[in-house]
């Protein structure tokens, strides 16, 4: 066996799982024209041997680390160049790891420490970057026009000893700068020195007594495909997948990725080996149900990823009533497989029934898979589907907890025409406070409370909640997310940053809404980088969804992409069709504690081009009305008009006390109306309670038999007052 010295590079495409899945052949198309036409001329200029290709991966031995540098950073320079003249959803970006070690060599082939380590360095670089090992520092630092800012020692997967880790500075600006990892104070270093002797001999005193641990394990379960004539039976299939990840996720012991990222392995050819190393797992579960009449039959196996071995499997054909019984045994054989010993709260827990009314349960997955759309038409539908399954099985705790759930993402994201803000709101605290009283031990009541309190700025409780979301369910990405949202808005950007971080653990492909959060979260640490890489996704998870498209021009223009976040706030209102604005985000997010980070946002929405009003509207300052003009002109009157953009018939009456009434074809809101200096403001139980103002104009180019305009978040109400 021949060992030697060598530079490895490693590369990685980013999200090529996600690429492949939106376009596979152009996907596989950019992969081959990057690696013919960008990595091999510059591996043959930079002195270096192509190893192999690794599925959407490169592996590249040099003689010299410093070439294997200098070729890393004109790859992706030259990437980046590339990548300027793409549009958004063409562009393909590379992390790179680069470490100087022994290798052991077989043939044409490597592989060793040398080549591990540089493969998880290359999982630590940023989309569009470099990590490098600190051999691979000392030997390379001020011999290459690049910067290094030191991310300490890190303790990687499978390598023994913590290796120093550097990421390359690839801004001009940067070459020759070198940020070292921040020193803890010196008396903070004798009482970790202490901490750690004291470890030290506790451990060799115990030693001889207590056996190594092992690694936790970590699973992912896979969709289980519909094996039933009836396509229509997708719903049950789905919902014995999740009842099984649900039911491991409770097991202290185990680690259990998330519905989001093995769902997207749905329908499509399954590799184990690149499952576990995408999803980062040992075990993969997979399995099929067939439900004929009143039987079904459902095959199960569990399997090591790396070498496709089968650890276990199980057919059961039962009666359809017995589906839970099913569930029991499916989570129980595979947590003995995987030789775990359950305590006896887990056991219990995993015994126990949802419901057992299974009318009520069919329901019940019918409704969550309507959920899991996010499309408005099919929340709706969710809603009256879990109204049917409570009122069959009052004591359903689940049911209560995926109806919270799915009522506050509606009044979270404004869907008005599924349920009006205020029904929303109060839905969801009902059905959250249902859900913990009948079932304590639930972590979402706890996530979808949070949320709602931090949106009425009730920011210790939100925070409390979500710490108790996350107690309850330590696997839950749901409970994390929600966790960060919370931290977010409350000023909190390095807590935030921590939860994100820990949901994508748990779950490395997060929902739309997730995405976005995760967006902001990194946007307002000022990493764009991460920032653009999370709308992108929220975007690609949401087809069609302008909400997610227009988050992601303030991440382009903060990164210098101004040409993109222009385009790209062009997209967002036409999915929105004009609707979106710099007042309606203005409004929508005033929960930022914070004010400096909702104008951090604002400020760049408004360099990327998107509106002040919605439609497009430009009041002339010179014909805009003052406070006592205003309350002159609406006050106890009768406003006839016209709305923008439909040019329908539209009605306001005002009240002398401020009571008020608006209609019109799609809007119909009642509260109170008042001059606040000189913005017209409407305050209602839509937009969470919140007052809408905006000012009011005389335009001279108003439509026929109008007199004034009035705009606020929502609307362009042209109007005349009738007497």
């Not at 270093?189 to 470890?199: E, G, H, K, P, S």
């Not at 009314?357 to 879990?386: C, I, K, M, W």
Request: negative net charge.
């Amino acid at each position: 066996m021949e060992r030697r010295l060598a530079a490895v590079l490693i590369a990685d495409v980013v999200g090529y799982s996600r690429l492949s899945e939106i376009d596979e052949e152009g996907t596989r198309i950019r992969f081959h024209t990057d690696l013919h036409e960008l990595f091999e001329p510059k591996i043959a200029t930079h002195h270096g041997r192509l190893i192999k290709t690794m599925g959407d991966g490169i592996l590249v031995e040099f003689h010299s680390v410093v070439d294997a540098l200098r070729c890393a950073v004109k790859i992706q320079q030259q990437k980046a160049e590339r990548n300027a003249a793409l549009r958004p959803e063409q562009r393909m970006l590379f992390r790179i790891g680069v470490n100087l070690g022994d290798v052991i060599v077989e043939g044409e082939d490597i592989h060793g420490d040398g080549v591990n380590i540089a493969a998880r360095l290359e999982s630590l670089a940023q989309p569009g970057g470099i990590c490098i090992s600190g051999t691979a520092f000392d030997h390379t630092v001020h011999k290459a026009e690049v910067g290094f800012s030191s991310l300490g020692e890190q303790q990687l997967k499978n390598i023994a000893d913590p290796v120093r880790v550097y990421r390359v500075l690839l801004d001009p600006s940067e070459a020759g700068k070198v940020v070292a990892s921040r020193r803890p104070r010196r008396r903070a270093v004798i009482l970790a020195t202490l901490a750690a002797l004291l470890i030290a001999a506790t451990a060799i005193v115990f030693a001889w007594q207590w056996p190594s641990v092992p690694p936790r394990p970590s699973v992912a379960v896979l969709p289980f495909a519909n094996l039933s004539s009836d396509a229509g039976q997708d719903y049950f299939t789905d919902g014995m997948t999740d009842s099984l990840i649900a039911d491991l996720t409770m097991l202290s012991d185990l680690d259990v990725i998330g519905h989001n990222s093995v769902f997207a392995y749905k329908g499509k050819p399954l590799v184990l080996a690149d499952i576990g190393r995408d999803l980062g797992v040992r075990f993969v579960v997979e399995g099929s149900v067939q439900r004929i009449g009143d039987q079904i039959r459902v095959n199960a196996q569990l399997s090591d990823a790396a070498s496709g071995d089968h650890l276990w499997a199980n057919r059961f054909n039962r009666a359809a009533a017995d589906v839970m019984a099913v569930q029991d045994e499916l989570s129980r054989q595979i947590a003995e497989a995987l030789g775990l010993k359950l305590t006896q709260s887990e056991a219990e827990r995993i015994t126990r029934p949802p419901t057992a009314n299974l009318e009520a349960y069919d329901y019940y997955l019918r409704a969550e898979q309507a959920t899991r759309t996010g499309r408005r038409s099919r929340l709706l539908e969710a809603l009256a589907l879990f109204d049917k399954a409570e009122a069959l099985d009052p004591g359903f705790a689940e049911a209560f907890a995926a109806d919270a759930h799915a009522t506050a993402y509606v009044w979270r994201s404004a869907y008005d025409d599924v349920l009006q803000s205020a029904l929303a709101r109060k839905r969801a605290y009902e059905k959250a406070s249902r859900a913990l009283a009948l079932d304590p031990a639930l972590s979402s009541p706890y996530a979808v409370l949070a949320v709602m309190q931090v949106v009425d700025r009730r920011y210790e409780q939100a925070v409390t909640s979500a710490q108790q979301a996350v107690s309850l369910g330590s696997a839950d990405a749901e409970a994390h997310m929600a966790l960060a949202y919370v931290q977010l808005f409350s000023g909190n950007h390095a807590e935030a940053g921590a939860a994100v971080e820990t949901a994508l653990r748990h779950d490395p492909n997060l929902s739309a809404i997730n995405r976005y959060t995760a967006g902001l979260v990194f946007y307002l640490q000022r990493d764009y980088t991460k920032a653009i890489d999370s709308f992108e996704r929220a975007r690609d998870g949401s087809p069609g969804n302008g909400d997610f498209v227009t988050p992601l021009a303030m991440a382009y223009a903060r990164a210098g992409r101004l040409d993109d976040a222009r385009a790209t706030v062009v997209e967002g209102l036409r999915f929105l069709a004009g609707r979106d604005s710099l007042a309606g985000w203005r409004i929508s997010n005033a929960h930022f504690r914070n004010e400096q980070d909702l104008a951090f946002i604002l400020d760049a929405l408004r360099e990327a081009g998107l509106p002040e009003w919605p439609f497009g509207f430009k009041g002339d300052e010179h014909e805009r009305l003052h406070g006592e003009e205003i309350a002159s002109a609406v006050i106890g009157k009768l406003l006839r008009g016209k709305t923008e953009p439909s040019g329908g018939p539209a009605l306001m009456q005002i009240e002398r006390d401020g009571k008020a009434a608006f209609r019109s074809a799609t809007q119909m809101i009642t509260g109170t109306v008042f001059v606040n200096g000189d913005m017209l403001c409407e305050q209602s139980e839509n937009a969470f309670g919140r007052a809408d103002c905006g000012p009011v104009y005389r335009p001279a180019n108003s439509p026929a038999e109008t007199s004034y305009a009035y705009v606020n978040s929502t609307k362009v109400f042209y109007f005349s007052p009738v007497k």
